[in-house]
């Protein structure tokens, strides 16, 4: 008996709405999603590599040295987390935060409040300081901070999407190897905008996105930890609450 398998015909509707389907051009110049550049989108038109190809393991270190080069660090742990820049916001305070730990959030703007939230839902002990929208932390305001909460880790976003303000970050790295916490930062709007320096600002964990200042589709983020963000990986007392996310696997 033999059992032949048909492919399964294109309903002429559906194939006359393809046909017809009509994408515009837009010059995107937005706080979201940038024009992706001509060579990324020809490279999306050639067919995948499975993820076990030599090519493919070629690839992601190629991947891996060019985000150190554009983020300014040496540091190892520096891959793209396969997700939006909320994936990797995520993946950063899943890793860090442990149930208890005290993490200070400095909010001026939208996205300060997302990492409240988020770093909630990790049963981090959450303490935060405002500023109005658009204006940022001097570093006064910040060891004030760090000498009343004592965290564990210390949150800032480096370009608020919302309001475009840039967070002035030299100095602030000392603080916290001062107060023996780890830095946060959130750089979705300016990887690729201007100008970072992880390693001589003395960052510890870093996330962005692809479609901004990169140029490419949403889906594949930039992340990275320090030596010190790994220690503190190293010595959790419970699992990563997250599975997909957790880069100790």
């Known amino acids: 008996m033999s059992l032949t398998v048909s492919r399964p015909k294109i309903n002429d509707a559906f194939r006359v709405s393809l046909q017809a389907l009509d994408i515009p051009e837009r010059l995107l110049l937005g706080p979201g999603p940038s024009n992706s550049n001509p060579d990324v989108v020809a490279a999306m038109n050639r067919q995948p590599i499975g993820h076990l190809d030599p090519a493919y393991l070629y690839l992601m270190d190629e991947v891996q040295s060019m985000m150190r080069y554009v983020w300014q660090t040496e540091n190892p742990m520096t891959l793209p987390i396969s997700g939006t820049g909320s994936a990797a916001m995520e993946a950063t305070l899943a890793n860090a ?7 200070l959030v400095g909010i001026n703007g939208y996205f300060g409040n997302r990492l409240v939230d988020m770093a909630g839902r990790y049963r981090a002990d959450v303490r935060s300081i405002s500023k109005p929208w658009g204006e940022v932390f001097n570093l006064a305001e910040l060891r004030a901070a760090l000498e009343a909460h004592r965290p ?70 930039p ?19 997250n599975w997909y996310l957790d880069i100790s696997l």
Do not use: N
């Not at 309001?163 to 603080?175: F, I, K, N, S």
């Not at 992340?223 to 609450?241: I, N, P, Y």
């Open 152 to 221: 564990a880790i210390l949150a800032l976003v480096h370009a608020e999407t919302s309001t475009g303000a840039r967070q002035p970050l030299e100095g602030v790295g000392d603080l916290c190897r001062e107060f023996d916490c780890l830095l946060l930062i959130d750089t979705v709007t300016s990887m690729g905008g201007v100008p970072i320096f992880l390693d001589e600002w003395k960052v510890d964990m870093a996330y962005s996105c692809s479609q901004k200042g990169l140029s490419c589709p949403p889906g594949s983020s």
């Open 97 to 103: 935060v442990e149930p208890g730990d005290v993490v």
């Open 223 to 241: 992340f990275t930890m320090s030596e010190r963000a790994l220690q503190k990986l190293d010595k959790r007392q419970t699992k990563v609450a």
